[in-house]
């Protein structure tokens, strides 16, 4: 067991570098530009899963600090660089099955008489959050190519300010016969395999028109960072991350959902028992809103814990597509017996937003335990208890209950009290818990006592 | 997923190797006499677990090749160097609570006139087999010790000649009142933490008047070698072989189970939930049998498998005490339903020896399956299903069920057959099955005409 690992596996993303230095001109900087952002607008804590596109999520212990994350530590998926874009020169299309295309400037968007102000305080989260324990379990498609091994930190909290897409698709005259899509292009540039594109997905007209899509340019009362999306991106509330396109710049009405390969060919949920040799995209479930899911944040796992009988533990609980956290429930017993979350003790409900928690959680047993977390949502939805459950070929969507290994040492059980004094009196440490330690529990008397009383054979004689 | 690995972590064993430096003398030279003698008898295959002292086992697939291991591929657990015992200067003393105490040459002991010829087929096991799979749950004792991080080949058997212990104590007159146990000690240096001593443990007076303790000096029809003992080891008849000891030189009747570290406060099974902190010597069972076990030598972990559904699968079961394996049984969906090893594909019983096996395993599913192995043996024992339920924090006798992850590819099925056939067309190879593959399962138009007959999205209007 070596020491509690503070960051995930860094990947450098060294073909996307080559290729942005390959293509040169204006592209040739963007690796470098991408990096320069990360190191200004983002928390020096961020755990950096690949440098570019840049991936990164908080350590465990800022993640859930506080319920609203902060706009420095809320985690990153990028597809590729990020566009440094002049606000004055930006503009917003919409075209496609639109009875009016227009073109509005940033101006335009944020004119109080056209566009009524939105404020939501939503929850993002990755698809790919709690995806390295899926990678642990299984080889998937994706353990191989740069996918970011995303820890519980790939979900972040945020205060946003926009408008309705609905009003905009409205000034626009509405959509026409047919029109049942939104396509949302980013400014970033995007490749796979040998296609070059912009970030490119879609989300349903029925989402959009139930006001539940927005464009927003504020987060959490400051203009969006650059690596955010600055000046304008989308907010796709009780979705993945992936839909709310970032450096927003076109929006195209369409009768299908996107034949972009991130909507047709990425993030869809695979069955488990159909690989890479026959597995066809048709295959996939559209990944669109999350389900019900939660992470414990503290203690970490293979930590060792020294305790009074209970072991405070720290977490987020989340549920897409509009549905919220009811229950939380915790189990040191490798999920047998659960208790739940007092209800003072989790943060506040939102239709869109994740509640953080924290619980006092008995245990009396010593030696290796499994700390257990899951979640009932407001429609009962709740989480398989096992990984390999909800193990899919394309590694998204970890949500099984969440487990994890801990070491518990319990002081309130007199013996264990003694030995932890006699420890530090002797100034011996406890951990690594594996290292040899030199203070012996027992004198040969004693052990010579034990066996007269209990012997090691059973006697054929005795009765 | 990387390639499967070919062999286990092997560990150089430098501070016993210092020790001997440091010691001086005749020992200067024992880590590298230990080393060449590994190289001069044993397979060049072997996997070294340890170089110093010696700790190696075969690779699976020699493992079991044969229901009789060839001396060159036993596993060897060594606790120190190997002595270089000259056959002719070997003497043996018999002392402690016997009548009579004695000392023999080699040529005593194998005068037929006043010791009967033994001859028997024994398996021995060690009991740290397939530790790598309590490691990788859990850490525990000894997981930053080095002690040995054994797969399955920590197993093997051979036919051994010899003499029956119990006529050398008959020859010395019996024992005295109060003798109950024989230490054996063996000629190897052996140190734990500032003690130095001879390898020295103990096996019950019970044992040996059943005629169940052998003292060997041949191994399939050759002299002992000289990492197994040469030129006279015991054989402790289903023990872990930790009892059977090698270089043997002296025996000692006592009152007791021996003192001496190896028997006292090694090789103790120790409880889940006792950790370092106030773990007593009495609290672990001495593990002087070995329950009933098994493992799959074939597929390996991780392995890509094609198949015509049904896999293929070998390996081995045991059980210590005399007792033998009844049923092998084996599960290709982790454990639900169980197919018994037809048995004319067991090799035969033996009250000392394991039983090989072979089993096409019907399996239909592709994807990653789980295969699980069992045994019942005569006394009905069964394996524990899971690696935690056997977990004990001396890391040792992994008796649960064994369980292999492994990538099944079903050319039963007409479709796989096909895209199999396609790859091969194309010089595409299947794995690493995690590789992005090239050649597409779909049209464009067979993507849409799909979604025109299952569309993504449910229609609240159509019934």
């Known amino acids: 067991m070596g020491p509690i690992p503070d960051s995930n596996p860094v990947l450098p993303g060294t073909h996307w570098k080559q290729w942005h230095h390959a293509i040169g001109g204006e592209l040739t900087d963007v690796p470098e530009d991408s990096w320069n952002t ?5 928390h020096p804590e961020m755990l950096h899963l690949l440098q570019f596109p840049y991936n990164g999520e908080p350590p465990k212990r800022l993640t859930t600090a506080q319920p609203v994350t902060p706009n420095s530590l ?47 305080m939503i929850t993002m989260q990755c698809s790919g959050t709690r995806r390295i324990e899926q990678i642990s379990l299984y080889a998937g498609q994706g353990d191989e190519v740069p996918q970011a091994p995303w820890a519980e930190g ?28 939104l396509e949302l292009y980013g400014a970033e540039t ?20 139930a006001n539940e899509v927005m464009l927003a340019w504020e987060m959490n009362g400051e203009p969006l960072p650059k690596i955010h999306g600055y000046p304008l991106r989308v907010m796709v509330m009780g ?66 814990v020294i305790h009074n009988g209970k072991i405070r533990c720290k977490g987020w609980a989340y549920s897409g597509g509009g549905r919220w956290p009811e ?38 047993v010593e030696g290796w335990i499994e700390i257990v977390c899951r979640c009932w949502d407001n429609a009962l939805n ?45 100034g011996q440490p406890i951990a690594p818990i594996t290292w040899p330690e030199e203070l012996p529990t027992q004198t040969w008397d004693e052990y010579k006592d034990f066996f007269k009383k209990y ?8 009765v």
């Not at 990028?78 to 009016?100: A, C, M, S």
């Not at 899919?392 to 801990?406: C, D, E, F, K, Y």
């Open 38 to 42: 990360v190191l200004k607008e983002k």
């Open 74 to 120: 809320h985690f990153v998926r990028n597809h590729g660089g990020i566009p440094l874009i002049d606000k004055d020169k930006f503009f917003l299309r919409l075209d496609g099955l639109v009875k009016n295309p227009k073109t509005y400037t940033l101006d335009d968007l944020m004119d109080e008489s056209k566009f009524p102000r939105m404020k939501k």
């Open 154 to 181: 790939a979900i972040g909290t945020a205060e946003y300010v926009g408008i309705s897409l609905k009003k905009v698709i409205k000034d626009c005259g509405g959509l026409l016969e047919g029109g049942k899509h």
């Open 190 to 209: 995007y490749f796979k395999n040998d296609e070059v594109m912009n970030y490119l997905v879609s989300v349903p007209w029925s989402k959009v028109k």
């Open 239 to 304: 979705y993945i991350g992936a839909r709310s396109v970032k450096w927003l710049y076109r929006i195209k009405a369409i009768e299908t959902p996107s034949l972009a390969p991130v909507q047709s060919k990425e993030y869809l949920y695979f069955n488990q028992q159909v690989g890479k040799h026959n597995q066809r995209p048709t295959d996939g479930i559209q990944i669109q809103e999350m389900p019900v899911s939660s992470a414990i944040m503290s203690p970490w796992k293979n930590q060792v």
């Open 327 to 364: 229950r939380v429930e915790l189990s040191s017993d490798g999920g047998f017996s659960w208790y739940a979350v007092p209800l003072e003790n989790m943060s506040k409900k939102g239709q869109w937003t994740w509640r953080t928690w924290e619980i006092d959680l008995p245990c009396d």
């Open 382 to 426: 709740t989480q398989p208890l096992a990984v390999r459950a909800a193990w899919n070929w394309g590694l998204h969507v970890t949500s099984s209950a969440h487990r994890i290994s801990v070491y518990s040492i319990n002081k309130s059980r007199p013996l264990t009290a003694e030995r932890i004094e006699m420890f530090k009196a002797h």
């Open 455 to 462: 012997p090691r054979d059973a006697d054929n004689e005795a």
